[in-house]
């Protein structure tokens, strides 16, 4: 998981080389390549993510999105909206990595966006008003982001992350370009990968969950998500190879817990390290972040002809 120990083993690594990981230079052409750069370009021009739009704009992927709000009990969750233009369409929670909501993490979701889903993509520090954010994960790991987050993260719980989860499925429900007559799925990053299993855990309505280099997916605690896998969903666990070295025994306890769950999915050690999927972070590969992004479109295409 994305820990201090991580950050520091990034910053070890010359970023700048071809070696498929990215710096600020080589952050741009990926997000672009996500389907992004529509509105990386505005955000460049107007000198970040705050200034953009609030309202639904037709973004350089053919798709509507803007920024939106979604009532909880305890405050507003901030996030940022994507969907076709046209028609009703599975939607997909998708939750970014520890450096929150940014430019990188919004091209994601527009991406997944093209493909025929309606995609919110949610801010996981919203109970802390006026939060630290970040222009990418350079940014991020420049000005001791871990240091800034960790109080944030303090705050999020099962309890907390499952109430987020019931908002913002109720919110998806409620919109006119969401098929309601359809599951939903959830895919989280680093710290947000075990949220998509508190997800389906929390709502019938996710049936789709995938944690990409997820952290604390095993651990002995009651709450535990791999206790948590639920018969009706289907889950993929991509898990970066030095995670695995770390903690080798988690992929087997997470086979036998889908085997006894019931549940559909699988679960893979990809040849790349903490935070492979991610445009703008230094341990991006290209071509296996393309593998894990198929993977994952595989299982959420499945959203489109399994009703609930």
Known sequence: ???????????????????????????????????????????????????????????????????????????????????????????????????????????MGERLAGEGFAVIVPDPYWRDAGHATFTDFADFMANDGFAKVTPYRNRFSA????????????????????????????????????????AANASQRVTVAASMHGGGLVTEAADSPHKMLKGRAHYLFAIAQNDDVKEPEAKTKLREALSASGALGSVEVYPADHGWTVPDGPAYDKVQ???????????????KIVAV
């Open 1 to 107: 998981m994305c820990d201090q120990d991580q950050l520091d083993a990034f910053r070890r690594n010359d970023c700048s080389k071809p070696n498929g990981k990215a710096s600020r230079r080589s952050f741009n052409a990926a997000v672009a390549a996500a389907g992004g750069g529509a509105m990386l370009a505005a955000c460049n021009a107007s000198g970040g993510a705050e200034a953009e739009a609030s309202t639904a704009v037709a973004t350089q992927g053919g798709v509507l999105g803007g920024e939106v709000a979604i009532p909880t009990a305890g405050g507003t969750i901030g996030g940022w909206f994507y969907h076709p233009s046209a028609g009703n369409h599975p939607a997909v929670i998708m939750w970014p990595d520890i450096a929150g909501v940014r430019p990188a993490a919004k091209a």
């Open 159 to 198: 309890e907390t992350i499952m109430a987020d989860a019931k908002a913002i499925v109720a919110w998806l429900d409620q919109q006119d370009v969401v098929d309601k007559s359809l599951g939903m799925g959830a895919r989280g990053h680093c710290m947000t990968g075990s949220w998509t299993i508190f």
């Open 289 to 303: 972040a393309e593998r894990a992004y198929d993977a994952f479109l595989a299982m959420v295409q499945g959203l």
